[in-house]
């Protein structure tokens, strides 16, 4: 089969302005829960799009770890590729993508640090073997199979079981102010609605041609 015939047809639902959540907030509230109850594999894996201060684009999966009214929170090593283009660059775009549900979830806006505390709460509720990682791991930097497995060695041996957070990992929490929600639908004729906030920070919605 050539990659030019594969092709999935999308009929499963529809999104109309009429069954639109209020805000943003509480339809990603509503289309989780039902990816939750899909049983969609990671409902929480999420592509994490940032750029270099001249545009040059990276994305990676990340994995959402806390929603509410200020935002979208997920967890990373600060002096990766991704901590540093966000520290020079904080705006990023998330992108969801269900395809159980025929749905994606499109988010863009900016992105701060969440605090200590937070970083703190979240960490200490990781498996051990991953707060050891945090430390092993000199994230985007060249390192060999090798020298990776001594680092988590001696680390395992001189860290115990409560290894403290290493200040170099932490959270991000991106504050959207644009949302768009992806329905699949028949021959192509996607709905796209989008909320958009202004600089009043009222929340404004839209529909987009597929």
């Known amino acids: 089969m050539s990659v030019a015939d594969i092709r999935q047809k999308y009929e499963k639902f529809e999104l109309l302005e009429a ?3 209020a805000t943003p907030l509480e339809q990603f509230t509503l289309w989780f829960g039902e990816a939750l109850k899909a049983q969609v594999p990671e409902p929480n894996a999420m592509t994490l ?3 270099t201060p001249a545009g040059r684009p990276s994305a ?3 994995l959402l770890k806390g929603f509410d ?3 979208l929170v997920f967890f990373t090593n600060y002096t990766s590729r991704k901590g540093d283009e966000l520290a020079r660059n904080p705006h990023a775009s998330l992108l969801f993508f269900w395809p159980e549900l025929e749905r994606q979830v499109r988010l863009e806006g900016a992105v701060e ?3 200590a505390a937070e970083s703190d709460d979240y960490f200490h509720s990781r498996p051990l073997g991953s707060r050891i990682g945090a430390w092993v791991s000199p994230q985007s930097q060249p ?3 090798a020298e990776l497995e001594a680092r988590n060695a001696a680390l395992t041996e001189s860290l115990g079981a409560e290894p403290p957070r290493p200040e170099h990992w932490g959270g991000y929490r991106l504050s959207p102010d644009y949302v768009e929600f992806w329905q699949g639908r028949p021959s192509r004729l996607h709905d796209r609605l989008v909320f958009q906030r202004g600089p009043d920070k009222q929340w404004s919605r839209m529909r987009l041609a597929p």
Do not use: P
Request: aromatic share 0%; net charge positive.
């Open 143 to 145: 390192i060999t199979r």
């Open 60 to 62: 990676r999966i990340v």
């Open 19 to 21: 069954s639109l959540a």
């Open 49 to 51: 799009a940032t750029a």
């Open 113 to 115: 640090k969440v605090s």
């Open 69 to 71: 009214e200020r935002g």
